[in-house]
């Protein structure tokens, strides 16, 4: 049969998770395998992955990544330790990524890893050809995919935006997309993130701009808090660090392994003697620093949410210092982004945020640039990708717009089969199971429903509640911290020593004027639970539960 079949597994109806699979003349392909954060109703879950069942029994002769980013590539570890895949193809600086990910699973060997050139010869996959283009997006290294299928031309955008004036020159490869539309494409999958948003996305160059004129008027500390994975803007904050004679401090794990990769591999360049590490922050003057941290999404244990709540161990901030958010809050993260903005404010720092300066611009195509990729491929069918479903409608209405008729548009969903033959256009034709995949602790895939997990643990271990009263006026504790234990059998002795544990946490973090409300449960929980583990060796489920009057 000369057909396609596109199976996206996620990405569609959301943001993040993405992974899509093309099937054809009895072959299986994967572009991208990413991950989602979990959402506050995901109790104990630490990552959401695709449901990757379908591909359980399928040999998967590749998987194709469009660049590094978490929402492409975060599932990688998990999908090859589940599947039976042959080779994993991405561009440098994505595969620099995905080695260390995969070296700290203990998975290098679990694939070929091979690297891809935008400009190189296409691959050959079985019955697939597959051509890279070079897009600009907020991480280096990102591509589009053009496939010779049996069914037809299929392109995948990836993430991009159309920034003709990039940190690292390489702009999005128009000539290259004008030259596929030429060919003539049967269908497109585009991106859709910010389809809803009107005009144009500004060039990354416009925050290297701000940064050239914030920090130069600047007396206090700085700190740039930005997404760990944006090497260019890494790397324009550090220009600026040193033409104003500032040494820069990268700190958060993610942040710091990331510069190292992109360092190595020549995506950065950071000259001798610039670099200091966290413990010498101490030894210079508030003006000849710079720190790079992560936490721009207000992530509970992030570098800066730690530093707004003081509760940093090298790193503070007091009046005179300005700090730079250079992200936009991800949907649902405002209120916590919000609050390490009010704690900073309240340090006295001066902190400048998106919404009051231009230090942060999308790595998504506005609008008027999902119009421009529509006008160079010409399309015959789309399918909006990456996105809510109010964006993938949006896109839809954008290639109506542009001229595609309205049964060419393919919304799909994730599970959703879509067939491209020739002659016969695109369309669902059928549905295959999809959802989510729970990853917790070392567990993969057997959270099928969390209050399981809860209950199993209750009926094992039982629950102490730690109840702490703080008086909301001044954030001191007003009476001693009480314990209530269900299902949990100890000695009476022991309860009391664990409400002694309880009152000393609680009086050295009011003490470190540690009150937020996340950090100061996050404390209780540790102390009482390692001192449960070491005197019975059990874990019972430990809920701190923190009243303010």
Known sequence: MDTTRIIPLGGLGE???NMTVFEAGGETIVVDTGLAFPRDEHLGVDLVLPDFGYLRDRRVRAVLLTHGHEDHVGALPYVLRELD????????LTLGLVKSKLDEHGLLRAAELREVDPAGEP???????????????????????????????IVHTGDYKLDHTPI????????????????GVDLLLGDSTNA???????????VGEAFRQI??????????????????RMQQAIDVAIQVGR?????????????NIARNLGYMEVPEGVLVRPIELDELAPHEVLILCTGSQGEPLSALTRIAYDDHPAVRVERGDTVIISAKPVPGNELRVHDAINRLAKSGAEVLHQEIAPVHVSGHGCAEELRTILSLLRPRAVMPIHGEFRMLAAHGQLARDAGVPASSIVFAENGSVVELGPGGGARIVDEVESGVTFVDGLGVGDVKDVALRDRRRLSEDGVLIVITTLASQNGRSTAPPELIARGFTGPDELLAEMREEATRVLDECLAD???????????????????VYDRTRRRPMILPVIVEV
């Open 215 to 232: 920090i130069p008027q600047r007396h206090g500390r700085i700190l740039v808090s930005s997404f760990a994975s944006n090497v260019h």
């Open 196 to 206: 809803e948003r009107p005009g144009f996305t500004p060039s990354e160059r416009v």
């Open 168 to 183: 690292d020159g390489l702009k999005t490869d128009v000539g290259r997309l004008a030259e596929l539309g030429n060919r």
């Open 513 to 531: 004027d540690i009150s937020e409300i996340k950090l100061l449960q996050e404390h209780l929980h540790d102390a009482v639970g390692q001192l």
């Open 123 to 153: 691959l050959e996959l079985g019955p697939f050809r597959a051509e890279f283009v070079r897009m600009a997006h907020s991480i280096p290294d990102s591509v589009a995919i053009a496939f010779e299928t049996p069914g037809g031309r």
């Open 85 to 92: 895949i042959d080779e994993v193809w991405a561009t440098r």
């Open 247 to 259: 040494k820069v401090c990268i700190v958060g794990r993610s942040m710091r392994k990331n510069a």
């Open 15 to 17: 943001v993040g998770k």
